[in-house]
């Protein structure tokens, strides 16, 4: 097989987007004679990415997911000399409008680039040339009689690295470990059988020799949970369901969903893993699922050894609008009610931001709204008609759209989404294969069918980007879009916060005062969340970001990987 045939073949349906795939088992394939600098990526590495200016080790950076780079070359100053290095056009036509993920770089002469994109591709590049050495395409061995359901989209957010493997999670819920050198899959985990519902997009995490790992499938009635897997064998070492059986009522937990669908946070310091957890099921229609749903639309805190629960706080009781918790919780050190408190960000689709206690949850502010609120706590009727708008939308506030940290303003970015939905609720049947349990319907403005006039409050503006203090609550600057936008942000050391949108522009703002200092435009969407890495070889800070669209909204799909640089 070349690289230019698909490997998958991905289609929407009437209850979402199924993947058939074509190949039987993986392939690996090497496009250059380039040796990859043998370095074991350590423990220690790990522990540093996210402070190590030369690296971008995991899916936020590092284990606090505060997508912030050490990296000084690039100023508020000098950024208008920014240029682009080089773009990498991804693999064949079936790539278009997958790219949400966030690059990896190990340090080395050369660094070394892990880029994925969906459905289940992932490659090794020269980071310094942008030359592609080879490139790993996912199938499962055998034949698949009930291919992977997904909601909203077939991409793939990253890998994680640790020794010389690379580990990612499939579309069909697989787990695969891969030479990072060659390309070769050296083991494959199943975290569920086909047919059930389940499947993964985000990027794992490796800490201690563990991956931690999570499920994705809120929209197909299964049943969340959160593991660890041993790195070295693939055998799983602990499950923690996020369905506490013995806090439902009856048995609506058998297919209350709360997934925790995005990258996992970790305290090297505790030992403690943060997670964010998705939607309980049925996703609007709260009727058969009575009580505050525990752990859905929550953020919770377990432990890394043994899984087991210290707290978790729920930003909706008893959801009926599709809220999940789902973008990475971001941990970082602050002085709070007079005292130096480590402390948990995390911007919900509600349009808050809460700020939490990572000891024990507490909460200690939540933020003014980041994006429009408009008849929150209205609940669905049994017809849209009837069904009066409400802001945020279904996949409406912070999203999975990963905020990032800046340690020299304190402020976390966000990127909300701001339009409005109706919903409808609906009789609830018992999950089958392949249909979605919704337990309704909803529409959004203006995305989806006919939905009939916009209410008159809604500015139109699409995407909100904002600067919002988690301590003290205030949005501190704001700028809005005309255009549907997912992805995250990146901010650095020098003052400089970057981030893309659905128009194809990527932006650096000054993190401070939320002028635009520079901007590219791409031909694609920005659906994905850029990463930075200082190059001692070349003297060189790179910027890298995905611009190919990916999810539900996308405006302009592509399969452009787009790297900057700028000389110290």
């Known amino acids: 097989m070349s690289i230019d045939e698909p490997h998958a073949e991905v289609t929407r349906t009437e209850d979402g987007i199924a993947v058939e795939y074509l190949a039987d088992g993986p392939e690996t394939i090497r496009q250059s004679d380039q040796r990859i600098p043998r370095l074991n990526v350590t423990q220690e590495m790990l522990l540093d990415s996210g402070d190590d200016p030369e690296s971008w080790l995991m899916y936020g950076g590092g284990y606090r997911q505060q997508r912030f780079t050490t990296a000084d070359v690039i100023t ?246 599709d809220w999940d918790a789902s973008q990475p919780p971001i941990l970082f050190d602050a002085e709070v009610d007079g005292e130096n408190r480590k402390m948990v960000s995390h911007a919900g689709k509600t349009g808050w931001n809460y700020l939490l206690g990572a000891e024990d949850g507490k909460l200690y502010e939540r933020s003014r709204e980041f994006c429009q609120h408009l008849n929150m706590w209205h609940l669905p009727q049994d017809n849209l008609e009837d069904t009066p708008w409400v802001m945020p939308s279904a996949d409406g506030g912070g999203e999975w759209n990963p905020a990032s940290y800046s340690r020299e303003t304190g402020n976390v970015h966000v990127k909300a989404m701001n339009y409005p939905s109706k919903f409808q609720w609906d009789e609830v049947d018992e999950w089958e294969y392949p249909s979605t349990y919704l337990g309704g319907n909803f529409t959004v403005y203006p995305a989806m069918d006919d939905p009939g006039p916009a209410p008159d409050e809604w500015t139109q503006q699409l995407t909100y980007f904002s600067a919002v203090d988690p301590v003290s609550g205030d949005v501190v600057w704001q700028d809005r879009w005309e255009n549907f936008s997912l992805g995250g942000s990146m901010s650095t050391t020098t003052g400089l916060t970057f981030v893309g949108n659905g128009d194809g522009e990527f932006i650096a703002y000054d993190s401070e005062t939320g002028e635009r200092r520079w901007q590219h435009q791409f031909d694609a969407s920005v659906n994905a969340s850029p990463m930075s890495w200082y190059d001692p070889g070349v003297g060189k800070q790179y910027v890298a970001v995905q611009a190919g669209g990916g999810g539900l909204r996308s405006v302009r799909d592509g399969r452009t990987v787009g790297v900057f640089s700028l000389e110290g």
């Open 76 to 321: 508020p100053e000098n950024v208008g000399e920014l240029n682009l290095e080089y773009t990498i056009e991804v693999g064949s036509e079936e790539e278009r409008g997958k790219l949400e993920g966030t690059p990896i770089v190990v340090p080395s002469d050369p660094p070394i680039m892990y880029q994925t994109n969906g459905p289940d591709v992932v490659r090794a590049v020269n980071a310094r040339s942008g030359e592609v050495i080879w490139t790993y395409r996912y199938s499962p061995s055998g034949q698949q009689d009930q291919p992977p359901l997904l909601c909203c989209g077939s991409n793939n957010r990253g890998v994680a690295v640790r020794g010389k493997r690379l580990y990612m999670t499939t579309l069909d819920a697989n787990l695969v470990a891969i030479n990072r050198y060659t390309g070769e899959q050296q083991w494959l985990y199943n975290s569920a059988a086909p047919g059930e519902g389940y499947s993964a997009t985000w990027a794992p995490v490796v800490y201690n020799g563990s991956i931690l790992n999570g499920s994705a499938g809120g929209e197909y009635g299964v049943q969340g949970f959160i593991e660890s897997i041993n790195a070295r064998t693939g055998e799983r070492e602990w499950r923690t369901s996020m369905l506490p059986e013995e806090q439902w009522i009856g048995d609506a937990w058998q297919n209350g969903s709360a997934t925790n669908w995005m990258t996992i946070t970790v305290d090297p310091d505790t030992d403690t893993l943060y997670a964010n957890v998705g939607n309980p099921g049925p996703d609007v229609n709260g009727i058969v699922r009575p009580g505050p749903n525990p752990y859905s639309d929550a953020v919770i805190a377990l432990d890394t050894n043994s899984g087991d629960v210290n707290w978790y706080f729920q930003e909706v009781q008893h959801d009926w609008w």
